[in-house]
């Protein structure tokens, strides 16, 4: 059973920086892909960031801005959120995909909100 936990949002005012980080338990390797979205109320769910075998893909409005970061060892996955906007404010999940031979799984965490104020 795979189970993804983030911790590290909050209230920053802008040009601030957080960092989110996401722990997962379960069969997780180093060849699955795992990430970020967000969601903003109204709206809906967008990818933020993802790595995958040591490339990483960044949303447009993100890049610059954002890093992410994974240590297969620990099974965790960072994302360090600097020069923070308010229009950054959302809900940030961790997701890691995982495909058989069948079939591709998304899990998804739980949420951790970030909230940007100007």
């Known amino acids: 059973q795979v189970r993804l936990v983030e911790s590290g949002g909050g209230l920053v005012q802008a040009g601030g920086s957080l960092r989110l980080s996401c722990a997962a338990s379960?069969?997780?390797?180093?060849?699955?892909?795992m990430g970020w979205y967000r969601q903003a109320p109204g709206k809906q769910r967008e990818l933020v960031a993802t790595?995958?075998?040591?490339?990483?893909n960044y949303a447009d409005s993100v890049k610059g801005r954002f890093t992410i970061s994974r240590d297969n060892a620990k099974k965790t996955v960072l994302l360090q959120m600097n020069s923070l906007k308010p229009e950054d404010t959302a809900v940030y999940y961790c997701?890691?995909?995982?495909?058989?031979?069948?079939?591709?799984?998304?899990?998804w965490g739980q949420g951790t909100q970030v909230t940007v104020s100007s």
């Open positions: 379960g069969s997780i390797f180093s060849i699955n892909p």
């Open positions: 997701w890691v995909n995982i495909a058989t031979a069948i079939k591709s799984y998304d899990y």
């Open positions: 790595t995958s075998r040591g490339t990483t």
